[in-house]
């Protein structure tokens, strides 16, 4: 696609729900990264792959949260019995193979997440 | 954690005015990147600054680039009420870092007609 297309734009969800937050990058940028920015405060890595391994998962907050990535496009990323912490907007972006640390990173709109 | 700090944390301008903004980090990096982003959605990437180079220009945008103390300006001329944004640096870490960014925690600036 033209840019990187997240969905939903917006999600409300009771606590202890499960969702799924849903990313299409561009095509053929095989690098992915989901990213979480809670109000007022800056981008919190969770999560890159490449291609449909995800090399680096250390920014996982905990085992309620995974992400899966298949045909080296579209992610997903789920969050398991969330809780009212878990609010906050996730971030995807996506770059060629490499590229994003020297030219920069596409971002998608965001999915605001809300638990109530 | 975040490894960038932004400094101020707000930035109120009239039109017109320059609007400067610095972010400071803790590794050595390959790079720095200036983001923009609009009503807390997804960010656009601005600049890049190579970690030899001093000073980048692109429009009405200025960075600068200190590696001995470990911190960066953003700096944009003739501001605009477009430009009322929250900017954030990223940093690409030379070692450890993988193949992520690491951002700042942002610089909310609101330029007034």
């Known amino acids: 696609g033209a840019g990187v297309s997240q969905s939903p734009s917006n999600k409300v969800t009771e606590k202890g729900k499960d969702v799924e937050l849903r990313c299409d990058p561009i095509s053929g940028h095989t690098a992915l990264y989901w990213y979480r920015q809670s109000l007022g405060q800056g981008l919190e890595f969770l999560i890159y792959?490449?291609?449909?391994?995800?090399?680096?998962k250390s920014g996982l907050p905990s085992d309620r949260f995974s992400a899966e990535r298949t045909g080296g496009s579209v992610s997903t990323l789920t969050i398991q019995r969330t809780q009212q912490e878990d609010s906050a907007v996730y971030l995807c972006a996506s770059s060629l193979p490499g590229q994003g640390r020297y030219y920069g990173y596409t971002f998608g709109s965001g999915t605001r997440l809300t638990v109530v | 954690s975040q490894q960038g700090e932004e400094d101020p944390q707000a930035l109120s301008i009239q039109e017109g005015e320059n609007a400067t903004m610095n972010c400071s980090y803790k590794t050595s990096i390959n790079n720095l990147q200036w983001y923009r982003q609009n009503s807390g959605r997804g960010l656009v990437h601005l600049i890049l600054?190579?970690?030899?180079?001093r000073e980048k220009h692109s429009g009405r945008l200025r960075v600068t680039l200190d590696t001995s103390k470990k911190s960066s300006s953003l700096l944009i001329t003739a501001s605009r009420a477009a430009d009322t944004a929250s900017y954030f640096c990223?940093?690409?870490?030379?070692?450890?870092?993988?193949?992520?960014?690491?951002f700042g925690t942002g610089t909310q600036l609101k330029v007034e007609l």
């Open positions: 990223a940093t690409d870490a030379l070692t450890g870092g993988g193949n992520k960014l690491t």
């Open positions: 600054i190579r970690s030899n180079e």
């Open positions: 792959f490449q291609g449909n391994s995800a090399p680096d």
